[in-house]
T-cell receptor, first 115, second 113 residues
C-alpha cells in the first residue's frame, strides 16, 4: 500500500488565522480524500481531490473555508481558513487503493488546536 | 442520524479475555471495512468483507458480515495489550458512490495487562 505522510503533525493556532496541511504520497494516486475527525465523532469526509480538476466538497463543507490544491498525482494540501475553536480536530488525508471495494489508506493525521 | 452504529463505545478488559464489537445499520452496504486507529496515527485497514454471511479471520481476530449486508461484528480471542486502540467500521453504501466511505464512531478498546 502507499505510504502517506502529513505535515505538520500537530499545531496550535490562533482564532482567525489559517493553516495549510500537506499530504505526500510515495506513489501516484488518482483520488485523494480529506477527512475531519472530531473528538468522539466518526471520520467525516470533507472533500475528494482529483489531479487536474476542482475538489468535490461534501455537504456542509465549502471551498472558501477549506480550499484544496492537487497539483500532481502525489501531493495535496488542505487549508483551514479563518479558524475558530470549532475547527479543532484531527485532519486526515487518504488514498483509495481498491478500485472495487474502495479500501482506503490513511496518513498519520494533523492534530489542530485553535485557541 | 448515524448511519453506522458501533457498540459498545468503550470497552476495557483484562488480557486474555474475549470480546466482540458490533457495527449495525439499517442500510445495505456493498462492502464493509474494519480499521484500527492508535493514538497519533491514522486508521489502519484490517479487513474488507463483501459477501453476506462472509467470515474472515486475521490471527485472533474474526470478522463477520451479516447475511443482509447491514451489519458486521469483530471478535477478538485472548485479547492482548497490543490490541488496544480505536476500532472503526466503514462501509460503501450499496447503490451509492463507489468511492465514498461512511464511518461509525468507533469502539475504544483498552486491554489491561
Amino acid at each position: 500500500s502507499a505510504v502517506i505522510s502529513q505535515k505538520p503533525s500537530r499545531d496550535i493556532c490562533q482564532r482567525g488565522t489559517s493553516l495549510t496541511i500537506q499530504c505526500q504520497v510515495d506513489s501516484q494516486v488518482t483520488m485523494m480524500f480529506w477527512y475531519r475527525q472530531q473528538p468522539g465523532q466518526s471520520l467525516t469526509l470533507i472533500a475528494t481531490a482529483n489531479q487536474g480538476s476542482e475538489a468535490t466538497y461534501e455537504s456542509g463543507f465549502v471551498i472558501d473555508k477549506f480550499p484544496i490544491s492537487r497539483p500532481n498525482l502525489t501531493f495535496s494540501t488542505l487549508t483551514v481558513s479563518n479558524m475558530s475553536p470549532e475547527d479543532s480536530s484531527i485532519y486526515l488525508c487518504s488514498t483509495r487503493e481498491g478500485p472495487i471495494y474502495n479500501e482506503q489508506f490513511f496518513g498519520p493525521g494533523t492534530r489542530l488546536t485553535v485557541l | 442520524t448515524q448511519l453506522l452504529e458501533q457498540s459498545p463505545q468503550f470497552l476495557s478488559i483484562q488480557e486474555g479475555e474475549n470480546l466482540t464489537v458490533y457495527c449495525n445499520s439499517s442500510s445495505v452496504f456493498s462492502s464493509l471495512q474494519w480499521y484500527r486507529q492508535e493514538p497519533g496515527e491514522g486508521p489502519v485497514l484490517l479487513v474488507t468483507v463483501v459477501t453476506g454471511g462472509e467470515v474472515k479471520k486475521l490471527k485472533r481476530l474474526t470478522f463477520q458480515f451479516g447475511d443482509a449486508r447491514k451489519d458486521s461484528s469483530l471478535h477478538i480471542t485472548a485479547a492482548q495489550p497490543g490490541d488496544t486502540g480505536l476500532y472503526l467500521c466503514a462501509g460503501a453504501l450499496s447503490g451509492g458512490s463507489n468511492y465514498k466511505l461512511t464511518f461509525g464512531k468507533g469502539t475504544l478498546l483498552t486491554v489491561n495487562p
